[in-house]
């Protein structure tokens, strides 16, 4: 997040920056793992709380905006992203591996245990279909 010009950045395992008299310009959240009024009354006057790819729905808050970021995926966004990362320019964090028959692991595993990266679920092609 620095490398994208974040002023200060919070790791949420670490530090409770809701308890704290600091007041925030811009929230980039990715965990939501908070209530909208615990991130509200973080930001300074005119502050914005993001929510990346959350179902939260954009509000006005005592002049605090809340919004999230959502985009719907086309062939070229697909495709561009491909490129991306064939060329190693993008590298997903995968935090940890699922086969579909513990799907529901799966489930608690992203619900409990707060992954730091994508939670994948495998399939499993089985070549002897159709004999």
């Known amino acids: 997040m620095r490398s994208l010009g974040a002023d200060h950045v919070i790791d949420y395992t670490k530090e409770d920056f809701t308890q704290k008299e600091q007041r925030y310009d811009l929230i980039l959240d990715s965990v939501a793992n908070r209530s909208i009024s615990d991130y509200t009354r973080t930001l300074s ?14 509000l006005i808050a005592g002049g605090k905006k809340v919004s999230q970021m959502s985009h719907e995926p086309n062939v070229e966004d697909l495709v561009y992203m491909k490129e991306l990362i064939e060329a190693g320019k993008v590298v997903p964090v ?23 990266g994508k939670v994948v ?3 499993e092609h089985n070549q002897n279909l159709g004999d």
């Open 45 to 58: 006057q005119n502050g914005n709380y993001v929510a990346v790819a959350f179902n939260v729905r954009a």
């Open 94 to 116: 995968i935090d940890k591996r699922f086969p579909l028959s513990e799907i529901a692991e799966a489930f608690r595993y992203f619900e409990e245990d707060h992954p730091t």
């Open 121 to 123: 679920i495998t399939v």
